[in-house]
């Protein structure tokens, strides 16, 4: 791993000159002697010197590291978008696989190969070797480093959202981070002060003892000025980056550091196409699933069949939630509303559910034979079974209504069409969330008892339609406007809601309900996680996070 041409001997599978002994050549024309080890390091360290080249090197070591580490916490962070980056990998490919695992396992790899490569050459730093890495390392070296940049510069142009998750995060657990990394800071002081007080005293003794013939040679060499700036160049950024986790907490607002009493009413769930993973989305297995772990409400999808049946369907096309490949398989492709009822009642939704290489979440657990028999039996439902269930247990719900396509029969009058199927189900109108923005003042004279929701609006737009509920991202509405909407009492359902401590972020923020695919794991939660109230939390991070910025609550 480490190389330099000349006399050289392998030493722990490295390879390391003669000079990292505590052995010194002959200096001009005297002869030599043994030197102390601390002399000995001193004096490569500060007189001897480094390579240029290899000198200049290191920084990118610690370059290459510090992007790997963030991009790997970007994407362990963004965890609740894994499905939906699988799925565009699908939409592009017509491959179903967890690319998303495959990249972090990437991630992994890349963070763990920068962080061997910067332990050892501190290592070699601190017993005062000189840092020849051999020439294939530092191509990866900055193979790696391009690459980073390479991926944060795609997260930045096509996939904002993930640094908005990743920021949310530190909400959570920045108390956390900020506590270890002062701890850390505090433990390497110790060896960092002993160093930089040994290099000075060291230093002190050889200008003490050098000749005027060789003050003058040193002096030319700039050699004394060169340990001067290694000193530097070490204790200043430490000084700067310990002050600066002094200073941080200004900035950050974590709502999960609260007294307990404060705290607000467990969020409600909507399942998300049902439970999807305990059965196959979209389907009555998954919607009864989410009953079965206490849903408050059912979030769906609803297409519009080219003989006017609303029926449950969430893609663009049925290649990966149907056997449309193998039953017909020239028209995969074609858009849902193409086909008439007749022939979609007659695919299979659910068998692609129980292939293992088809599992929509890395996470699954497996399920029972039982469970795995109704889903392979699983078909596509119509939005008529869906109310029926939602009747009888009294349930919610909220569905996205998709436009059918052009030259179909209802594409200017579907939602009345859908209206007419909800009305004819009898089921309660006031469990009904009417979602869709299209035609919606005929919706309020057809069926005022439905409950309408709005998007991300401004309150004045909001109050001027008299919504008093609204559907929004998580990542928009917690950096914009959450404070002005709980101000005038909105109720607030975020989507998509997967990761307990996303979950716990919006729990500690008095959110209203959230729709989430891990109804199972969610539901289960009594409190909070990382919900800090202690004494320490009281003396110390109060003072530091729990008064939001302005604009902020």
């Known amino acids: 791993m480490w190389s330099e041409p000349g006399a050289a001997s392998l030493v722990g599978?490295?390879?390391?000159?003669?000079?990292?002994?505590?052995?010194?050549?002959?200096?001009?024309?005297?002869?030599?002697?043994?030197?102390?080890?601390?002399?000995?390091?001193?004096?490569?360290?500060?007189?001897?010197?480094?390579?240029?080249?290899?000198?200049?090197?290191?920084?990118?070591?610690?370059?290459?590291?510090?992007?790997?580490?963030?991009?790997?916490?970007?994407?362990?962070?963004?965890?609740?978008?894994?499905?939906?980056?699988?799925w565009v990998v699908f939409l592009g490919t017509g491959d179903w696989f967890y690319w998303s695992i495959v990249l972090l396992s990437f991630l992994g790899i890349l963070t763990a190969y920068s962080s061997l490569l910067l332990l050892l050459g501190f290592l070699l730093i601190?017993?005062?070797?000189?840092?020849?890495?051999?020439?294939?390392?530092?191509?990866?070296?900055?193979?790696?480093?391009?690459?980073?940049?390479?991926?944060?510069?795609?997260?930045?142009?096509?996939?904002?959202?993930?640094?908005?998750?990743?920021?949310?995060?530190?909400?959570?657990?920045?108390p956390y981070i900020h506590l270890s990394s002062i701890t850390v800071m505090v433990l390497l002081s110790w060896p960092v002060a002993f160093y930089l007080i040994h290099w000075e005293r060291e230093a002190r003794i050889r200008r003490y003892k050098m000749?005027?013939?060789?003050?003058?040679?040193?002096?030319?060499?700039?050699?004394?000025?060169?340990?001067?700036?290694?000193?530097?160049?070490?204790?200043l950024p430490f000084f700067l980056i310990l002050l600066c986790l002094y200073v941080v907490p200004l900035g950050i607002y974590s709502p999960c550091i609260q007294e307990k009493d404060k705290l607000g009413p467990k969020p409600d769930f909507f399942g998300h196409r049902g439970a999807p993973m305990l059965g196959p989305e979209n389907t009555m297995m998954s919607?009864?699933?989410?009953?079965?772990?206490?849903?408050?409400?059912?979030?769906?999808?609803?297409?519009?069949?080219?003989?006017?049946?609303?029926?449950l369907m969430h893609d663009h096309d049925l290649r990966r939630t149907t056997n449309i490949r193998k039953v017909m398989p020239n028209a995969s492709f074609q858009h849902p509303s193409h086909f008439t009822w007749n022939f979609l009642s007659t695919l299979n939704a659910g068998r692609w559910f129980v292939q293992p290489e088809l599992k929509p979440f890395y996470n699954m657990k497996p399920l029972s034979k039982a469970d795995s028999e109704?889903?392979?039996?699983?078909?596509?439902?119509?939005?008529?079974?869906?109310?029926?269930?939602?009747?009888?247990?009294?349930?919610?719900?909220?569905?996205?209504?998709?436009?059918?396509?052009?030259?179909?029969?209802?594409?200017?009058?579907?939602?009345?069409?859908?209206?007419?199927?909800?009305?004819?189900?009898?089921?309660?109108?006031?469990?009904?969330?009417?979602?869709?923005?299209?035609?919606?003042?005929?919706?309020?004279?057809?069926?005022?008892?439905?409950?309408?929701?709005?998007?991300?609006?401004?309150?004045?737009?909001?109050?001027?339609?008299?919504?008093?509920?609204?559907?929004?991202?998580?990542k928009k509405l917690f950096y914009n406007g959450l404070r002005d909407y709980k101000a005038a009492n909105i109720t607030i359902n975020l989507y998509i809601v997967n990761e307990p401590w996303l979950y716990s972020l919006a729990w500690c923020s008095r959110i209203h309900s959230v729709t989430t695919?891990?109804?199972?794991?969610?539901?289960?939660?009594?409190?909070?996680?990382?919900?800090?109230?202690?004494?320490?939390?009281?003396?110390?991070?109060?003072?530091?996070?729990?008064?939001?910025?302005?604009?902020?609550?």
């Open 374 to 474: 109704k889903a392979e039996n699983q078909t596509i439902p119509k939005l008529a079974d869906l109310l029926e269930l939602a009747r009888k247990e009294k349930k919610f719900v909220i569905f996205d209504l998709h436009r059918p396509p052009q030259k179909h029969p209802v594409r200017n009058t579907y939602v009345r069409r859908v209206v007419n199927v909800i009305l004819d189900s009898k089921i309660e109108q006031h469990l009904i969330f009417w979602l869709p923005g299209f035609d919606r003042e005929y919706v309020k004279r057809r069926a005022p008892g439905f409950q309408q929701v709005g998007r991300f609006l401004s309150i004045e737009n909001l109050a001027k339609e008299n919504i008093r509920i609204i559907n929004v991202d998580y």
């Open 287 to 311: 919607f009864e699933k989410a009953v079965e772990h206490g849903a408050f409400g059912l979030e769906t999808d609803v297409y519009l069949s080219y003989d006017e049946v609303p029926f």
């Open 126 to 174: 601190w017993e005062g070797s000189e840092l020849y890495l051999h020439w294939f390392h530092k191509i990866l070296t900055l193979l790696v480093i391009l690459l980073c940049l390479c991926l944060m510069w795609i997260l930045c142009m096509h996939w904002k959202d993930r640094w908005l998750t990743a920021g949310l995060s530190l909400k959570v657990f920045a």
């Open 13 to 86: 599978g490295g390879i390391w000159d003669q000079r990292a002994s505590g052995y010194a050549g002959p200096v001009g024309d005297r002869a030599t002697e043994p030197r102390s080890p601390g002399a000995g390091r001193v004096a490569r360290l500060g007189v001897q010197g480094w390579p240029a080249k290899e000198q200049l090197f290191y920084p990118f070591l610690v370059i290459s590291f510090c992007l790997s580490v963030v991009l790997l916490y970007v994407w362990i962070e963004t965890s609740n978008e894994y499905f939906g980056f699988d």
């Open 517 to 553: 695919d891990n109804i199972q794991i969610l539901s289960q939660l009594n409190h909070p996680y990382f919900f800090m109230v202690s004494w320490l939390s009281t003396l110390f991070f109060q003072v530091w996070y729990s008064e939001p910025p302005k604009g902020e609550k």
């Open 211 to 235: 000749t005027s013939y060789e003050r003058k040679r040193m002096k030319r060499c700039d050699r004394l000025v060169k340990l001067r700036a290694l000193q530097v160049a070490i204790g």
